[in-house]
Nanobody, 124 residues
């Protein structure tokens, strides 16, 4: 069965950095697009970054220039390096995939598998 497990969340001060990870199990990792989403309290879940199998990356405007998505096909891992963090980045971060399909977008409807989420808290 497909399983996604996030890790690496935590608390950081504004301006700091954090890297979160997602371990993927149960499918051909190298052929699936993946994405990072986040959900802040009282808000809808939104797309943050995605990576296509051929390497194309997409970012939400709010994180462009600060966040970097990457994947390791050998370790079956997805990463999100978050720099210059702001209090408004505080949210639960989820990784997502939709094997065997790959659209590489930032819409929730493009993904059918989700991790349990990891909390990221940025204090001012």
């Amino acid at each position: 069965a497909v399983r996604l497990v996030e890790s690496g969340g935590g608390s950081v001060q504004a301006g700091g950095s954090l890297r979160i990870s997602c371990a993927a199990f149960g499918y051909n990792y190298s052929t699936s697009c993946m994405g990072w989403f986040r959900q802040a309290p009282g808000k809808q879940r939104e797309g943050v970054a995605s990576i296509h199998t051929h390497g194309t990356r997409r970012y939400a405007d709010s994180v462009k220039g600060r966040f970097v998505i990457s994947k390791d096909n050998v370790k079956n891992a997805l990463y999100l390096q978050m720099n210059s963090l702001k209090p408004q980045d505080t949210a639960i971060y989820y990784c997502a995939a939709d094997p065997p399909y790959c659209s590489g977008g930032l819409l929730l409807s493009e993904y059918n598998y989700w991790g349990q989420g990891t909390q990221v808290t940025v204090s001012s």
